[in-house]
């Protein structure tokens, strides 16, 4: 197991990411503005396939914006992602030499980048994985609605 952190193992980290309230719910206040449920769900796609007890996060909060941050420390570097209510993953990589920023549109690049920043071996993902985020599931939410 890693040195000391909130998060040693995934079962953690869901836990964590179950106890932040949603926006809209009756436990949210301007300090606190709750989690986009889309933002929630995303980030539940991406961790099983981007952690390691090896590399846990130290880190995970809501955004000022309803999305869900991540944050993994990594020797003398950080890694940050930001998923994000409008369907997108953003990282900020802080180095002591140096920070870079970049954007994923979907989860697979994003859990590509996570293992990569953090030097992970790459993983085979499952086919549902690699489609893009932003593509409708087939078929109607509410029966009898039109196509």
Do not use: C, K
Request: hydrophobic share 40%; net charge negative; glycine share 6%.
């Amino acid at each position: 197991m890693a040195e000391s952190t909130p998060y040693p193992t995934l079962a953690h980290a869901f836990a964590a990411l179950d106890g932040l309230p949603l926006a809209g719910s009756l436990y949210i206040s301007p300090s606190d503005p709750g989690v986009d449920f889309d933002a929630l769900m995303r980030t539940r796609r991406i961790l099983p396939h981007a952690w390691s007890d090896q590399a846990p996060a130290d880190r995970i909060e809501v955004t000022p914006q309803g999305g869900v941050g991540v944050r993994w420390r990594r020797g003398e570097s950080t890694l940050e992602m930001v998923v994000d209510p409008f369907a997108l993953v953003s990282f900020r990589m802080d180095t002591r030499s140096r920070t870079s920023e970049w954007t994923r549109a979907t989860i697979d690049l994003a859990v590509t980048d996570v293992r990569h920043v953090l030097g992970l071996p790459a993983v085979q993902l499952p086919p549902e994985l690699l489609r893009s985020d932003t593509t409708p599931e087939r078929g109607n939410a509410v029966a009898g609605a039109p196509s």
